[in-house]
């Protein structure tokens, strides 16, 4: 009996392992998103050469911010993608090439997620930052919301690396 329920619990937690390649296809989705996010990209840079001779300085600024956003939300893709395949699915074999990321394999859950607000919090600033250099442009409600919410970006993201202080000073003592 007990060799037929350990049986049947090893088959249950291969079939668990397994299922972490269920992720795969959404890595893949998401690399296929870095696609979308270079034809907006180049979009963007192909209307700012358009508009070169008519553009104003603030127009100008306001298309660079553009692909900076652009460029930050696609490194928050590859960070995402990277270690997101690298923690739940499996190890990326390249450690042999010449171009492979220091960060890659040391990026973990709390990482990413401090990685992840810190883009969203400079991807919000970037945003509000446009506001602001367009401001006679945009009704006052919305920029105090635009504020508001950049305000608890920051804050979210004070308080996630707090708790993971906390977390890593409190396993710190547990080992003592």
């Known amino acids: 009996m007990k060799k037929h329920v350990h049986r ?38 192909v209307h700012l050469f358009a508009a070169l001779p ?9 298309g660079i911010l553009s692909l900076i956003d652009l460029s930050l ?3 928050l893709l590859l960070i995402v993608i990277f270690s997101g395949y690298e923690n739940f699915v499996s190890k990326i074999n390249t450690d ?3 171009d492979n990321p220091e960060w890659k394999g040391s990026v973990d859950f709390s990482t990413l997620k401090l990685k992840l607000i810190a883009s969203i919090v400079a991807i919000s600033g970037i945003h509000l930052l446009k506001i602001f250099m ?3 442009k945009t009704p006052e409600h ?6 508001i919410i950049h305000v608890v970006f ?13 977390a890593a000073r409190t396993k710190y003592f547990k080992k003592k």
Do not use: C, K
Not at 54 to 62: G, H, P, R
Not at 154 to 166: E, T
């Open 54 to 62: 008519d553009i104003t300085q603030n127009d100008m600024v306001l």
């Open 134 to 136: 367009d401001v006679g």
């Open 73 to 75: 939300a696609a490194n």
């Open 154 to 166: 920051v804050v979210s993201g004070v308080f996630l690396a707090l708790m993971d202080m906390i």
């Open 142 to 147: 919305h920029i105090r919301w635009m504020i």
């Open 8 to 45: 049947v619990e090893s088959l249950i937690e291969r079939g668990l392992f397994a299922s972490r390649w269920l992720m795969a296809p959404m890595y893949l989705g998401l690399a296929s998103a870095l696609i979308l996010l270079l034809i907006s990209f180049m979009q963007e840079l």
């Open 96 to 98: 042999t090439h010449e």
